[in-house]
Each structure stands twice: as structure tokens, then as C-alpha cells.
């Protein structure tokens, strides 16, 4: 029956009748099982990869790899890059799904998907191993964001593949929207096929959403409003209670979809793919429309009442629309009337500057030259919504704001949050990471660059380029879509550190950050990967390690 009970459970969960008392024993895809990248889940806060703390299994993997990791029953689904040997180029368009032990690590079947175009390993901007998988009881889809997926049961049986389009040459490989699970259908961004429904010669290299049938791997729509390959699409319901997508276009490099702005597409019944808004925003003086002030870089988050994202000029703005119309409700200055916590490295704490103009701050770490202020730019996709707030990492000593006046990105290592109602703006800077050795005691790192390793669990060096060795912050790497565990956001960065913060703390200070955790050791470590959660376990990886985490 095509896997109808399977289907049935899964969706069932989508259309949000999970009881939040009986969490769920499954992370079907990269946005958990209400595909909101919500769960009401007790999970471990504290552990540590480089101490072997609270760790209950560590397995090494054959190449790095960007996919989050899915939960089935007894197995993880995740994708990894082939294994290459040194001479290698460090660009590959061959990866491997791999079914996983859930009780012991072990590495049960792996099936090979060949891409069309060639991504670099361990890019900061997503690569040919970037899309999670997504699995039911029965059968787990893997992808290759180079051009190929596939079905398979849960014995490595293959039951279908596809080859799509991927992007063109002439732009940089950004592939860091997610597949979303709905029902039958698995939705994805691709540029439409030559033989398809709909493709436009003059639209050649403009990207979709595409509704693929999860049991034959089958076009079933493809949604009216383009989507630029940069953001993370988001799914949730309309205030009716129809199920829908957020998705926007705009970013560098000459993205081409068009107009700028959002889309709210339907997938409710009888209306798949349909348009339900569409926001498109006006030039306003020293913001003109174009990429550089309205940047569909972000994961597109929202609720039952916003739709959220952010604007870079004249002055940066936070913007809040009606999830019902796309009608513009507000939009807060991510500058003005902030309240600050930057660590001050003499004193060894921090201090405090309330109601204050960002652009009258300084930099410690990185200081401003004269004439120069600070400008708040949003980390791309490290964005999620939370107990009223929307939650966001900044930038730091960066200049891709590209708006007068001249200056650099910060607060520098902050996490910002915005308050959807009141429009209050808080900025806690963060430790760029943590040192730990056994017996010793934890040495926080605040407020300078770090550089990062680029290996397998070999030695091997595998990454094509000297972005990738930062730390994320500076370069703007696609850190992946945080997560909300009951009333805890977990935050990974490219250094391995996952940040764990309290969503319901009143004040966002130090009390509000409740662990600082690492995937092995500062410097050595590398992940541009989310975890997952199940029954109390948390699932997380870097390049070189999947793990299982446990509670003290």
C-alpha cells in the first residue's frame, strides 16, 4: 500500500497532532518531525567530543560531510563524501548515503549518488553532501545537491533514483536550502528541467520549488513563485490552518529570481504550489532593491502570526509581516535603543551597555578605523524563532553590508535577539570557542579570529579553499539552521562549538548561555552540520565523527 501507514504517521506529525508528552522516536528529516525545526524534547545541554564527556559512542567517517542526521527505528541516515586519497582533488560530485547503527555507531550499508556538477569538500557554503536525508518506517531518501536522489528501503534496497538540474557554473555552489517532508511529497529547490512543465528558456537558470513523489521519485507540482537557491525554506500552517512554505529570492551574485522579496506557497489540497502572498519590498533612498539590502539568505522562519527576516539599508532592520497576507505589520531598527554584553578582557567580564545606538559602540576585538561604525548584519541562515523572540548570530569585522557609512560587521561574536512585538534589541557576545583538555580546567576564547583544520579522520586534507580554515564568523559561512529543543536553541558553528541558549531568559546575558559545547578539539574541529534528538539522545557530527550524546 505504497507505505501507506508509514505515510500516515509522518504526516500526521506535519499536520501538528504530535503530543507533546510523548516525544517522538524519529527525526524524519533535517527539520524534525513537525518540519518546523521545533521539538518539545528533553535533550543533553553539556558534553564535550575532545574530553569524551557524556559521549555514548563515536564512530569515524569514511569523508567529511555537511547533511543533519535522520532518525528511524534502530538506524541514522546522514551522507558523507566518497572517500579519495590524498592527490585527489579537494572537489568531488560523489557522495554516499549511509545507513547507521542507532544502539552501537556502526556503519550498516552505504549506497553511492553521482552528481552532475562538482562541489568543493568542506566548502562554507554548503556542498554536494548539504541536503539531509528523509526516511519513514519503511524507506530513506538521499541526495546529492550536485543533481541526483534516490529511494531506498531500510536494507539498502534500492527502490528508485532522479537526476535534476543543479545550478549553473557561473555561480558559486550555494545549495543550503533543506528538502522538506509533506505527506507523499518531497519538496526541493531546482531549476526547471528541460522536458518539464513550465521551463522558460529566458528563465533557464532560475530555481523552484519542486514537489517529488516520495514513492516513485516523480514530479507531482512545481510552485508558481520562484525561489533563490541561498535560503532555507521554511514549512508551518496559515492561521486557516493550511499547510504552506515560506520562501524569498534576492542575495549576491547576480542571484536572478525575481521580484526581490517573499512567497507564501500553499500545500494545502487541491492548491499545491499556489501562490497564497507574495512581498515585494519598495527602494527607499540609500536602499535601493537589490541584493545587497534585501538578502534571501536566511532560513525563512515564521508562525501562525509572522513571517520574519531581515533588512540591511538604510539603516538595519528587523521585518515583521502578517503570516496571513504578507502585508507589512513593522519594521524595528536592529541598531537603535539596544541593550549590549560585551566581555572585556582585562576584567575577565562582562559590561553592560544599555539603550544604546550600535553605531555609537567600539570594537574590542576588531577596532574601527576613524570614521568607521559598526553595522548589525545577520549571519545567513543561523536565524530561528523562539518564545516571542527572533533569535540570530551576527556577523563580525566583516564589510558585506556595502552601505555607507563605512565600517565593519558586529557586535562582534554576538547572538542578537529581537522581540517580535515590543521590537526590543539584545546583543550577547559569545566565546569564539572552548579549550579543553583532560584534567584541566575549560579556557573560553573570547574576541579574536580562530582558524580551523580542514581534515578527515585520517590527517587528510580535503578542503579546496582558505575560507573554510576560519572560523565562520568573519566569512560568513552557512552555519546550519539552529534548533529548538523544548525551551533550549542549540547553535553550531564551523569550529564544532554548539551554543546552548536558554529561549526563555528574561534578560539575554551570560545566565541566558548554558553550555558552550565542542565536537572535539578548538582548532581541530569542523562542522557545518545540526543535531538531531530522540528519546533523550542527542545525534551530532563533524568532519570527521558521527556521535551520540547522553545526558550526565
Known sequence: MRHFFASLAIASILCGSLNAEEPPKFWPQAAGPNGDWHLAADAPTHWSVARNENIRWRTKLPNAGQSGIVIMGDKLFLTTFAEQDEKAKRQSNTILGHAVDRATGKILWSVTLQGGRPSPQLYAYSDSTSWTPICDEKTVCFFNSSGEMGCWDHSGKEIWRRSFRTQPDKYPFNRQCEPILH?????????????????????????????????????????????????TPCFGHLPDGRPAVVHGRGGPHGVPETPIGLSMTSLAKGEEGKTVWRFSPEAKPGAPLDGTTWMALYTNVWDKKYVYWFRNAPEEAHVVLDAATGKLVREQSLVKSADVRQWNSEKKAYVSHENVNIRDLPDPAFPLKAGEVLHVLPQWHANMAANGWHWFLCTTN???????????????????????????????????????????????????????????????????????????????????????????????????????????????????????????????????????????????????????????
Open 183 to 231: 505527506g507523499d511529497v518531497i519538496i526541493t529547490v531546482e531549476p526547471i528541467g528541460k522536458d518539464e512543465p513550465g521551463f522558460d528558456a529566458k528563465r533557464d537558470d532560475w530555481n523552484y520549488l519542486h514537489a517529488i513523489d516520495r514513492f516513485t521519485g516523480k514530479l507531482r507540482w512545481i510552485a508558481e513563485d520562484p525561489c533563490t537557491f541561498y535560503c
Open 398 to 552: 566583516n564589510r558585506r553590508n556595502g552601505r555607507a557609512p563605512k565600517g565593519h560587521s558586529g557586535p562582534a561574536y554576538a547572538l542578537g535577539r529581537i522581540h517580535a512585538e515590543t521590537g526590543k534589541v539584545e546583543y550577547l557576545e559569545l566565546p569564539v570557542g572552548v579549550e579543553r583538555k583532560t584534567g584541566e580546567p575549560d579556557q573560553f576564547v573570547y574576541g579574536r579570529a580562530l582558524k580551523t583544520r580542514t581534515v578527515d579522520n585520517q590527517g587528510r586534507e580535503i578542503a579546496d579553499e582558505d575560507r573554510s580554515r576560519t572560523d565562520g564568523w568573519q566569512v560568513d559561512a552557512f552555519f546550519p539552521t539552529p534548533v529548538v529543543l523544548g525551551d533550549k536553541l542549540y547553535i553550531t558553528v564551523m569550529l564544532g562549538v554548539t551554543y546552548v541558549i536558554d529561549t526563555k531568559a528574561t534578560v539575554l546575558d551570560q545566565k541566558a548561555l548554558l553550555a558552550v559545547n565542542d565536537l572535539g578539539p578548538l582548532g581541530d574541529t569542523w562542522s557545518l552540520s545540526g543535531p538531531s534528538s530522540s528519546q533523550g539522545v542527542l545525534y551530532h557530527r563533524s568532519a570527521k565523527e558521527l556521535v551520540a550524546i547522553d545526558k550526565k
